[in-house]
């Protein structure tokens, strides 16, 4: 089922939530509204259930207008973020309670219930009381009271934020699993990069709200659309450096660096603005000896990853991190040697924040 | 020491509560002579049961019983139906110009006179309407009287409950009635429960309006027919102690088969999942 959002827009008293939102989702797609709190995003979320009204614009599910339709007419599910379990009711009660309001027989309830209960493996827990359960358990009950009624569409608000790192990756992995499973249209709201680029087909960012990029979490990790994209995308996120491009040398300076520039150097030609030039940290490379065209820089610190790790460097007035092998050492305060890699450059304007 | 202390002040509020209880319940029991012997008799004396044969069998406090039961029941019931509903409104839905908090305002203001004021009105208007000496007359009293308490308790109850919750219920399909009967008033079982005991208990207690309203047996509740022993020639002390033993005994029954929802009710938050 298509979900398409048209010139969306909402405000609370004076404050502009959501700006003129537009978004096409097609059917079976798993899209991941991402972006910082207050951003906007739970928002949308909540006006495509139907929680809250939509100010002007259009939702259109399916093809259907859906603005003045109640929630409990839409036929959609949602996951809340504190699950939203139903206190006094038990796990196969929970599951079953959508089933129960659309006055399906008894017989016919239960088989779903247990059928859903199965492939989410809580079995064992339909007699239980969301309070006896962990946060996991409640987690896959919530899912499965999500899916128990094949919906046109699963909302899911942060779902995974309540839970503990280790099982957070756990279940985002079985979560895309079982929407790969299931074919159903997604729409996942997150603040969290990671979940955002493992999880979206697409991945719309939002910042103020307003929508920044709606793209493949590739392209929006390899083409942030502006400043705001690439530094939020990414972990940790892209490093800046403000100066101007010379395009007789071929070279951009500024921020106590020079680096030549080499990819798309024609939209430069001639330009002497001031720009922002973007490097991710994986494309700096750090070494402790001297090399050719390696710049200096003092360690500010270093995070040891295990698998890798992150240096912070100070370049003049500049704080940049590097992603470096996890056997790479260094004390803070000593000076190591980095190189740019110049294929692997982004260009900004530094008065709209736009890729140029 | 400090346990010492503690259990010294229980006792002394225990001793200030329940000694006129015991003086009541010894004073039913007593013979006349007993009743007035100097010094009290606290403990020795023959114990009878003529005065409770009196105030049941030879006079109408029987039917007072039952005129208060169906009075406390029923102004309860409406009380809790009309008040529980409004109190969710006023939780859950914002009106403008900030009319909801306005309203609830209004609503608790109307408990700020004292009772007396609206006596005669509502004599006049009983009368009016030919309810005098009825037990709907004292319904209705009841039922206005009790509602500002339903309305202002539930409410805390109703906001203390996520809406997450009831969002969930309206996205799964339900109605805002389904949502509010399958899944809010479940929640807040315990509110209600200390609710409905604490509106009983006025309910039972009153004796103003059941006075100015009620003179029939027929009509008349408890607290009315004990008062009504007490008359120009003589005080029936005994029959009044043993109307009064009787009087206690449901809404203590009631309190103590209620109690463990009592104490969840009456300590807010009880009911978060």
């Known amino acids: 089922m298509s979900i398409i959002l048209k010139n969306l827009t909402k405000s609370f008293g004076s404050a502009l939530v959501v700006d003129n939102l537009s978004l096409e989702i097609n059917s079976g797609e798993f899209v991941v509204l991402l972006g910082p709190s207050g951003c906007g995003k739970t928002t949308t979320l909540r006006m495509l259930a139907g929680l809250e009204e939509a100010g002007s614009g259009d939702i259109l599910i399916d093809g259907e207008r859906v603005n003045e339709l109640p929630p409990q007419r839409r036929d959609v599910a949602m996951v809340f973020q504190s699950y939203a379990l139903y206190p006094h009711m038990t796990v196969a009660d929970n599951i079953g309670y959508p089933l129960r309001v659309r006055k399906l027989n008894r017989k016919q309830i239960t088989r779903q219930v247990v059928q859903t209960a199965a492939m989410l493996e809580i079995e064992a827990l339909l007699q239980r009381k969301p309070r006896e359960l962990s946060g996991g358990e409640r987690q896959r009950v919530a899912l499965a009271r999500a899916i128990v009624r094949s919906p046109r569409a699963f909302l899911m608000d942060e779902p995974l934020s309540n839970l503990d790192a280790r099982l957070r990756v756990q279940m985002r992995g079985e979560l895309k699993h079982l929407q790969h499973e299931l074919g159903t249209t997604t729409v996942y709201v997150t603040h969290d990069q990671a979940e955002a680029m493992t999880l979206g087909h697409r991945v719309a960012v939002m910042n103020k709200g307003k929508l920044q990029q709606f793209e493949t979490p590739l392209d929006i990790y390899n083409r942030p659309a502006n400043r705001f994209v690439a530094e939020f995308v990414g972990s940790p996120g892209m490093n800046f450096f403000d100066g101007r491009i010379d395009a007789i040398r071929a070279v951009f300076e500024g921020d106590g660096i020079s680096l030549a520039v080499q990819n798309g150097l024609e939209l430069y030609r001639g330009r002497t603005k001031p720009v922002t030039l973007g490097i991710r940290p994986e494309h700096v490379q750090v070494s402790t000896r001297q090399r050719d065209n390696y710049l200096a820089a003092r360690v500010y610190v270093t995070e040891l990853m295990g698998s890798e790790t992150f240096v912070f460097l100070q370049i003049g007035q500049r704080r940049i991190i590097a992603r470096a092998p996890g056997d790479f050492r260094a004390e803070p305060e000593s000076t190591v040697w980095i190189q740019l890699d110049p294929t692997k450059t982004h260009f900004f304007d530094p008065e709209s924040g736009k890729r140029l | ?273």
């Open chain 2, 1 to 273: 020491m400090k346990r010492l202390i503690r259990y010294l002040l229980i006792a002394l509020a225990l001793l200030a509560a329940l000694t006129p209880v015991y003086w009541m319940i010894t004073i039913s029991l007593k013979r006349e002579v007993d009743q007035f012997a100097t010094p009290p008799r606290w403990f020795s004396f023959s114990p009878t049961l003529e005065h409770y044969a009196d105030a049941f069998l030879a006079r109408s406090f029987g039917q007072y019983l039952l005129n208060s039961g169906l009075v406390a029941a029923a102004s309860t019931l409406c009380a809790l139906v009309i008040g529980t509903l409004a109190a969710y409104a006023l939780a859950r839905f914002r009106l403008p110009y900030r009319l909801d908090r306005k309203l609830a305002l209004w609503i608790l203001s109307t408990r700020m006179f004292p009772a007396i004021v609206t006596a005669v009105p509502l004599f006049l208007i009983m009368r009016d309407l030919s309810l005098l000496n009825t037990q709907l007359s004292l319904i209705i009293v009841y039922t206005a009287f009790n509602l500002p308490f339903v309305v202002w308790m539930m409410r805390g109850f109703f906001a203390e409950l996520p809406r997450d919750l009831e969002e969930a219920a309206l996205v799964d399909g339900d109605s805002r009635l389904g949502a509010f009967w399958r899944v809010v008033l479940p929640l807040v079982t315990p509110g209600l429960v200390a609710t409905a005991v604490f509106c009983l208990i006025v309910s039972w207690n009153e004796f103003l309006f059941a006075l100015v309203l009620t003179q029939t047996d027929a009509a008349m509740t408890l607290p009315v027919g004990i008062a009504g022993r007490v008359t120009q020639y003589e005080i029936k002390l005994g029959v009044m102690s043993a109307a009064g033993v009787v009087a206690m005994m449901p809404i203590l029954i009631f309190a103590l088969s209620v109690q463990k929802y009592l104490v969840r009710g009456l300590s807010l938050g009880g009911v978060k999942g």
